[in-house]
């Protein structure tokens, strides 16, 4: 915005005499800073609560697009918050009293399945010894015996597993998998919040390019604020004064139509000329070197419309 480019005659001044010359003037117009605001995504304009020409706060609404989607996506994101809550809360907590009694229960009835199984084993082998029962008999026994041995093993481990609790590494997934859901949830919230074109400074509210219905296209500007309450003169300084001025110098400002003349505050001015050559100049070429700057005007000029031609006093 701040590199334009040089508007030549309407811009220079004849500065001859230039060492001489203390009461030089710098030429330019009235702006604003335009502050675009842009849709984040392609949806249709729902409502438009302010009219064009309007004086807005930062925080007022512009423009507000159908959120219909973006809310479903938002419960969508609420819902998964709630259930990676359930799921760590669950294995915080651990297993419930009915389930670690249940599976003392199994772990006594396979117990008592060892014990039973033992003693038929010890009956068979003490007949096999006898040759009263075949050997296929005292296999089949042994093989009962280290079964119920087995179910006894898993029972105690499936014990285990319900009184030590959830190990270290599925509690941090389980907190991870929280963390991912809460930052989806935040992101479509944003979203949410996106379709809410609000004034991000005060200022006059210059142009609304979408019609109430339409479906804007997504990165497509949908209001223009003129921020600021009143206009700066954007201006370019000739050469020879660029050293006498600093920021937050006051300098007197002369609009077009406007009588009186104000007081204004240099608020920046260019460390680089607008046009800098490779070579050394002379007087007459320095002269030509144009620095832009910004001088604000008080509060009270805020109805001065931006386009007027400036020309401002060089100290």
């Given amino acids: 915005m701040r590199h334009l480019p040089i508007l030549l005659s309407l811009l220079m001044l004849p500065l001859s005499g230039c060492e001489g010359d203390s009461h030089g003037v710098a030429l330019g117009t009235l702006e604003r800073d335009r502050i675009a605001h842009v849709a984040t995504s392609s949806e249709v304009v729902v409502a438009l609560p302010v009219e064009p020409g309007s004086e807005v706060k930062a925080g007022d609404l512009l423009v507000q697009l159908d959120d219909t989607l973006q809310q479903a996506q938002l419960d969508k994101a609420a819902a998964e918050v ?20 249940a599976g003392r229960a199994r772990v006594a009835g396979a117990q008592a399945a060892l014990v039973e199984s033992e003693a038929s084993y010890t009956r068979i082998r003490n007949l096999a010894d006898q040759r009263a029962v075949s050997q296929a008999d005292l296999d089949k026994a042994r093989a009962s015996r280290d079964a119920n041995q087995a179910a006894l093993l898993s029972a105690e481990e499936d014990l285990a597993v319900l009184t030590n609790g959830a190990r270290a590494e599925d509690l941090e997934a389980a907190q991870a998998a929280l963390d991912a859901a809460l930052a989806t949830q935040a992101l479509e919230n944003k979203r ?124």
Avoid: C
């Fill in 82 to 101: 709630a259930q990676a809550k359930a799921s760590l809360a669950k294995l915080r907590h651990g297993a419930r009293p009915e389930e670690v009694a």
């Fill in 192 to 315: 949410l919040a996106d379709l809410r074109v609000t004034a991000t400074r005060s200022g006059l509210l210059d142009t609304l390019p979408w019609n109430l219905g339409e479906r804007v296209t997504a990165g497509s500007p949908v209001a223009i604020v003129l921020a600021g309450k009143a206009p700066f003169a954007r201006i370019y300084v000739p050469e020879p004064y660029r050293a006498r001025l600093h920021p937050g110098d006051q300098l007197t400002v002369h609009v077009d139509g406007i009588d009186d003349s104000f007081s204004g505050r240099l608020r920046w001015i260019s460390t680089e000329p607008a046009f800098t050559p490779y070579y050394a100049l002379n007087q007459e070429e320095r002269a030509r070197l144009m620095y832009l700057a910004e001088v604000q005007l008080p509060d009270s000029q805020a109805s001065l419309p931006i386009g007027i031609p400036v020309q401002v006093d060089m100290p």
